[in-house]
């Protein structure tokens, strides 16, 4: 398995790896040279939840029930 460094000094975590440590976005790893040279990563603890989508606590929350036509038109300018 390989991956290619970015300008920035980033790889992606292949996924048969991140499916053996369990990793998911938000997850804390660490990483470490052991003493024949080869990088060991390491899960640090429980992930961190993820990020609540902004749009979840305004979702379903409407209450004016415009039906889609009479909606378009009134942003169309017609009628």
Not at 65 to 74: G, I, N, P, Q, Y
């Amino acid at each position: 398995m390989s991956t290619t460094l970015t300008s920035k000094g980033q790889v992606t975590i292949p996924k048969q790896i991140r499916d053996a440590l369990n990793l998911a976005p938000g997850c804390t790893v660490d990483f470490a040279v052991n003493r024949d040279g080869d990088v060991v990563i390491h899960k640090v603890g429980a992930c961190s939840s993820r990020q609540p989508d902004r749009f979840d606590a305004a979702r379903g929350k409407a209450d004016v029930k415009w039906r889609t036509d009479d909606l378009m038109a009134l942003l169309r300018g017609e009628g």
